[in-house]
């Protein structure tokens, strides 16, 4: 096991460079992922069932406890994403399909990559953990509905496809995952410490049959605009989440505290993308193009995300400011000694 956890290690380390390879590979070689194409849904379930193994009733019952900042922060998500990929659409004049799998990825719940960044930059995880299992809990109704009320007018959207395939690529595996850590407890954490590196090749596996399967239409003027819609898709994703907690603060301040904030902002800018290209190879079989906003969306939000933590951890030791900080502001005799360090 401790090869296996050295692998994992190094490569979470390395994923998005694996990725970025991956990706080219398949472009010039489609045929490296194409057998997976009809099973892309078990990939993801593998993933899913690997989350349900981590959690415990205790997940559920920290939602329980604070059940006001989860259901808030899963809102927010729900909102501002789904209006986003709406409001990108429209002024990117995207449509068809192109616009239909923007949409997707934006009412896909939040991803696991959040967690990450928010225990880098020091946030609250357990909120972020929170979060990210209800959003996903949510996804086999949200899903459908946001993208029957959102896409519709781009195409006829298969809402019962959508929703059985969340069924069964969502609920199903993790509340299996979650059963089997019931039943054998303490015991599954010799399984889980290789989940991380079977969940990162179960994403390369899913990124790898999207590249193939649009090889011909990845970089064409029809996908040319996908790069910075998905770029500012999860970067407004992050400012609007950060102002939408900091407002929140001043209704709740002790519910939504500088580590909560940094919880939601990533909560809220990062989605699970690799749900996002299963639903879409899986409910859009003939129009594997609306895969391609998800797979752009699983490359960028990883290097912003890193980008984000990284800074927020530096801005913090700059200034000061301890992860149980209030609402994270710069005190007063703090900027003095900076600005009289920088004058000296």
Same mark, same amino acid.
């Given at each position: 096991?401790?090869?296996? *956890? ?32 009809? #099973?892309?849904?078990?990939? =993801? ?16 019952? !920290? ?14 998500? %729900?909102?501002?994403? +789904? ?23 934006? $009412? $896909? ?28 809990? $949510?996804? +086999?109704?949200?899903? +459908?509905? =946001? ?33 089997? @850590? ?9 399984? /889980? ?23 011909? &239409?990845?970089?064409?003027? *029809?996908?040319?605009? =996908?790069? +910075?819609?998905?770029?500012? @898709?999860?970067? $407004?994703? #992050?400012?609007?989440? #950060?102002?939408?907690? &900091?407002?929140? #603060? !001043?209704? %709740?301040?002790?519910?939504?505290? %500088?580590?909560? *904030?940094?919880?939601? /902002? ?45 800074w927020w951890l530096r801005h913090d030791a700059k200034y000061g400011i301890k992860a149980g900080s209030e609402n994270g502001k710069i005190h007063h005799e703090t900027k003095g000694v900076e600005l009289g360090a920088a004058q000296a």
């Amino acid at each position: 096991m401790a090869k296996v *956890q050295k692998f994992s290690s190094w490569l979470t380390k390395w994923f998005t460079l694996v990725v970025v390879l991956w990706a080219i590979l398949n472009f010039f070689e489609p045929q490296t992922s194409l057998w997976a194409k009809s #099973y892309v849904n078990y990939f =993801l379930s593998i993933i899913l069932f690997g989350m349900g193994m981590t959690l415990s009733l205790e997940d559920f019952k !920290r939602i329980i406890r604070m059940p006001l900042m989860v259901i808030v922060g899963t809102v927010a998500h %729900y909102l501002i994403m +789904p209006l986003l990929a709406v409001l990108l659409c429209w002024i990117f004049r995207l449509n068809g399909m192109i616009a239909v799998g923007v949409i997707l990825v934006g $009412c $896909c719940p939040s991803g696991t990559s959040s967690n990450v960044m928010s225990f880098l930059s020091k946030g609250d995880v357990a909120l972020d953990v929170s979060i990210g299992l209800l959003s996903t809990l $949510c996804a +086999p109704f949200m899903v +459908p509905l =946001l993208m029957s009320a959102l896409a519709s007018s781009y195409v006829q959207i298969p809402v019962e496809k959508l929703f059985l395939t969340s069924v069964q690529v969502v609920l199903i595996p993790v509340a299996l995952g979650v059963i089997v @850590h019931t039943i054998f407890g303490n015991k599954v954490g010799k399984v /889980t410490v290789a989940l991380p590196a079977v969940s990162q090749i179960a994403i390369l596996v899913i990124i790898g049959v999207v590249v193939a399967a649009n090889n011909s &239409k990845l970089f064409t003027a *029809q996908t040319a605009l =996908l790069l +910075p819609v998905v770029m500012l @898709h999860n970067i $407004c994703g #992050y400012t609007l989440g #950060y102002l939408f907690s &900091k407002a929140m #603060y !001043r209704i %709740y301040p002790k519910g939504f505290r %500088y580590a909560q *904030q940094k919880a939601i /902002t990533f909560e809220v800018g990062m989605q699970d993308s690799a749900l996002g290209a299963t639903l879409a190879l899986q409910a859009f079989a003939a129009n594997p193009i609306v895969a391609i906003p998800s797979t752009f969306f699983s490359v960028w939000h990883n290097i912003s995300g890193s980008v984000l933590s990284s800074w927020w951890l530096r801005h913090d030791a700059k200034y000061g400011i301890k992860a149980g900080s209030e609402n994270g502001k710069i005190h007063h005799e703090t900027k003095g000694v900076e600005l009289g360090a920088a004058q000296a």
